[in-house]
């Protein structure tokens, strides 16, 4: 069976290393390419952050740097969740700094999709800024895009405003125009994400799980994305989830928009389940996860990793 090609657009941050890690060592994915974009922290923590990863995992995947603010917005980071760095509470390696490339992420996306002999999915588990971009200047790539499947959004209520969630509410107006691409896209987002648990006892399993679960045990613990005493939720691994156990999933098409000019609600997704904006569908919406199932694949994942 032929591996699926992606590329993954990040902002590591402690759940996106976790996802990374999956896709890495997964027998199903080839990780083409990773870009970065400021979103959990700065861009050149998360770029570091990642080339650390990489360096750890014994991966040499090319990296680009991408991004390192809104396109309008003012940027305002995670460092309250992921912590000052977004990785801290891990002795990580030196970033492994050759697989960093002279290219901006965009320009990098655009060759990798283009040459690729078979369609591509993007898999953007940050701020959609690098997304936009390439959608933006390299239009023609679209024709060689299977899909994407992303980590944002929600169909209720929010974690960056009140309904607003981080990685689209970071850059609304980027977020919009990747809804308006007319590409599939699947978005797994607060719904899911919100349900997608690593519970205690997972944890000290996980810890026993070779580096990769020593080190996930070891940011588990400075990670507030949740509590260590009642659940962490793995937000970024339920777009890996997806591509890898989609059966997992309860899921909805729907027309997705992001509202861009509320006074209390700029950065929602708006997500039409009834039909009353009268467009079409845009998006599979992902609405319910089963989440003891999640926690098994979860748990497998970071077993067949080293």
């Not at 996106?16 to 990773?34: H, Q």
């Amino acid at each position: 069976m032929s591996k699926r090609p992606i590329i993954i657009d990040t902002d590591p941050g402690i759940d996106d290393a976790l996802a990374l890690a999956i896709a890495l060592f997964s027998e199903e994915l080839d990780v083409r390419l990773i870009t970065t974009v400021a979103g959990n922290v700065s861009l050149e923590n998360v770029t570091q952050n990642t080339l650390r990863l990489l360096n750890f995992f014994g991966k040499d995947v090319p990296v680009a740097m991408g991004a390192a603010q809104p396109l309008i917005a003012e940027f305002v980071d995670a460092s309250n969740v992921h912590g000052k760095t977004g990785m801290e509470g891990y002795n990580f390696p030196e970033p492994k700094t050759e697989l960093l490339l002279k290219e901006h992420a965009v320009n990098a996306m655009r060759r990798v999709i283009m040459e690729s002999p078979e369609p591509v999915t993007l898999v953007p588990i940050a701020t959609l800024t690098n997304i936009a971009l390439l959608f933006a200047m390299y239009p023609e790539v679209r024709t060689n895009i299977r899909e994407i499947v992303m980590m944002g959004g929600s169909a209720s209520r929010g974690n960056k405003g009140v309904m607003s969630e981080f990685n689209v509410a970071t850059d609304p107006e980027a977020a919009q125009m990747v809804f308006q691409s007319g590409l599939p896209i699947v978005m797994a987002g607060l719904d899911v994400g919100l349900k997608a648990l690593v519970l205690p006892q997972d944890s000290e399993e996980i810890r026993q799980m070779g580096k990769v679960g020593d080190m996930a045990y070891h940011l588990f613990k400075r990670y507030r994305g949740g509590s260590f005493g009642t659940g962490l939720k793995m937000y970024d691994s339920c777009a890996i989830a997806y591509l890898l156990c989609p059966q997992l999933y309860t899921m909805e098409e729907a027309y997705v928009g992001v509202e861009l000019n509320g006074t209390m609600t700029t950065g929602c997704t708006v997500v039409d389940l009834k039909g009353y904006l009268h467009r079409e569908p845009n998006a599979k919406v992902c609405m319910d996860i089963d989440g003891e199932k999640f926690r098994e694949w979860f748990k497998e994942s970071i077993a067949r990793c080293i």
